[in-house]
């Protein structure tokens, strides 16, 4: 087993567990992975999850460079789609996900943190997408997804140079939300989880994540059009009602 489970009341917590490859991601991973997720979002209690590496050093160093290594062009492209099916599978997860990247997160180690919902950091770590410097692109969404997170400018200048930035840069360009000392990194995730999630509306939830997501790829309008029908859909379910009555009994609302 390449990935620890840990549940919480209503979150899990899933430490990618390779730590002799620096939590490399081959297909065995990528594919536990999935079956993970899969598994967190048919149970009902569920609203979110934390990801996190094994050890002091490396979140996840990228995609298995030995597994890469005598691909043939299928093979490659199978190799993709797998790790695009599980990057697709956190971002469009219902759960909320937050990467707690403990170390370095390379190539697709980032992009495996790029497709979470926030990230942060602790103050060793170290970012960047070496990939062209290994004659590839990024393989796991990291072309499209950085760039629509800290811009296109500063994205290509990861990618073109491969170059390794520290977590006071990644801070600083948006790529994380907040960097922490090594021991307080999962504390802190879990603080930021349960923050998220205590007496929050699931639903409301659900489609905040939803509507943030799918916007960029739509034209404004119709982004636009998408959140007005979406925030009139929630008066169908029964947390506005919940929330609105909490708040003018000034309690907390419990949904
Ligand atoms: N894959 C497999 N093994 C790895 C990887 C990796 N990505 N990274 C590190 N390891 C292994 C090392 O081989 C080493 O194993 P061993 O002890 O058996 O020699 C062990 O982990 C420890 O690593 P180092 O000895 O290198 O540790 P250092 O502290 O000297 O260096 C670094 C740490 C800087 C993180 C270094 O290991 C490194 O540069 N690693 C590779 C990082 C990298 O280039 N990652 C990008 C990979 S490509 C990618 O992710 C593409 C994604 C899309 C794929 C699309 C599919 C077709």
Excluded at 10 to 38: C, H
Excluded at 75 to 85: C, L, Q
Excluded at 90 to 117: F, M, P, Q
Excluded at 220 to 229: D, F, G, K, Q
């Amino acid at each position: 087993m390449f990935i620890e489970i840990t549940k919480k009341e209503n979150y899990a917590i899933l430490v990618l567990n390779r730590e002799s490859s620096l939590n490399a991601l081959n297909s065995e991973i990528l594919q536990e992975l999935r079956d993970q997720l899969k598994i967190l979002n048919s149970d009902p209690k569920m609203r979110g999850f934390i990801i996190t590496g094994k050890g002091n050093k490396a979140f996840c160093a990228g995609a298995d460079i030995i597994e890469m290594k005598d691909m043939t062009p299928d093979e490659a492209e199978e190799f993709a789609r797998k790790g695009h099916k599980t990057m697709n599978a956190i971002s469009n997860s219902d759960l909320i996900s937050i990467a707690a990247v403990n170390g370095y997160a390379l190539g697709g180690g980032l992009e495996l943190a790029l497709a979470c919902d926030l990230r942060i950091a602790s103050s060793n770590a170290k970012f960047a997408l070496p990939e062209t410097g290994l004659g590839l692109v990024p393989g796991f969404g990291g072309t499209q997804r950085l760039p629509r997170i800290v811009g296109r400018g500063i994205a290509l200048e990861m990618i073109l140079t491969g170059e390794l930035i520290d977590a006071e840069k990644a801070l600083q360009i948006g790529l994380i939300n907040y960097v922490f000392h090594i021991e307080e990194l999962l504390p802190k995730a879990e603080e930021m989880m349960e923050k998220i999630l205590n007496h929050k509306g699931k639903e409301a939830q659900k489609i905040a994540k939803w509507l943030v997501h799918s916007g960029s790829e739509l034209p404004l309008t119709a982004s636009l059009e998408r959140e007005i029908t979406s925030f009139a859909s929630l008066f169908e379910k029964k947390e506005p009602k919940i929330g609105i009555e909490a708040f003018l009994k000034k309690e907390k609302p419990n949904f």
